[in-house]
């Protein structure tokens, strides 16, 4: 190993991160794929690696790749709706409108309905832009079939993604007002920031309290959550996060998070929830996670 190598992986590590996490939507996952990552690259004479960054994702793509078919015979055994883990985020993310989307908690969701194959080659190309001759070197294909398999995984997501593209400030609007209605025991507040098809999904990995499967539907959701934060009123604080890029709220239980909800807004109303409650996937809330492209 050379202090060349630990340049260059330093110089790169956060745009690997993102790769990994955006494959895996998970940041524990994206980190031991950067560990894994890094014993490959020690391993590699420098001056034979021409373009250190292509290199890198490369390893890294491959590296996701295996551990995302682990991950989805972990997941068939998850208690409950299984969410990304949600990051705190800095600014600027934000300010990338198109790194926002392809880390926001909708989007990552809709990108868990690929093939593993399909998931990295879409964020390859779409988030990052990687030509296809850089992407078929990472998961092992032709760049013919790699073209075709974007094509495909596009036309799949564009399907499924929002569809339309929302500010931080009209999600900020939407939540705040779903914020106070519940607050304040406002049942009529929370359906009119609700979309009447608005679907609830909450994450508590067997071991928070959390629904089991969506709910869908203003009322229901509506009279689900203000029955559970009437219980909890006095216990409760609410306070505004930059969650993966957006506007979320971060919940305070006795003064300890106790969960982050991100939602997805169409319309000036809320059409999805996403209420993070598994404490092993809130360990990233308290420090800002670097994300690049």
């Known amino acids: 190993m050379s202090e060349q190598h630990t340049e260059a992986f330093v110089a790169h590590r956060n745009l690997l991160f993102t790769v990994a996490y955006e494959m895996l939507g998970s940041a524990a996952d994206a980190e031991d794929v950067l560990q894994e990552t890094w014993l490959q690259w020690i391993k590699i004479e420098f001056p034979s690696v021409r373009d250190p960054r292509a290199f890198l994702v490369r390893v890294t793509t491959r590296q996701a790749l295996n551990r995302l078919r682990t991950m989805r015979r972990r997941k068939e055994s998850y208690v409950g709706s299984w969410l990304p883990e949600p990051l705190l985020t800095a600014p600027d993310v934000a300010e990338d409108a198109e790194l926002a989307e392809s880390v926001s908690i909708a989007l990552m969701l809709v990108l868990e309905t690929l093939s593993p194959t399909e998931r990295a080659v879409f964020v390859l190309r779409e988030a990052f832009a990687f030509g296809y001759d850089e992407i078929a070197a990472a998961v092992g294909k032709t760049p013919a079939a790699v073209r075709q398999i974007a094509h495909r995984a596009r036309k799949h997501v564009d399907a499924r993604r929002p569809r339309e593209a929302v500010t931080v400030a009209e999600t900020r609007a939407a939540l705040e007002s779903f914020r106070r209605a519940l607050e304040t025991g406002d049942l009529q507040g929370m359906l009119d920031v609700l979309a009447p098809d608005v679907v609830l999904i909450a994450d508590g990995g067997g071991v928070k309290q959390a629904v089991q499967r969506p709910i869908a539907g203003a009322d229901k959701v509506a009279r689900l959550m203000q029955g559970g934060f009437s219980r ?62």
């Open 232 to 293: 909890v009123a006095d216990r409760m604080t609410m306070e505004p996060a930059t969650i993966n890029g957006g506007f979320a709220m971060t919940t305070y239980l006795d003064g300890a998070l106790d969960g982050v909800m991100t939602a997805r807004v169409e319309g000036g109303r809320i059409v999805a929830l996403y209420y993070v409650r598994n404490p092993d996937k809130l360990s990233r809330i308290g420090t800002e996670t670097p994300l690049s492209r």
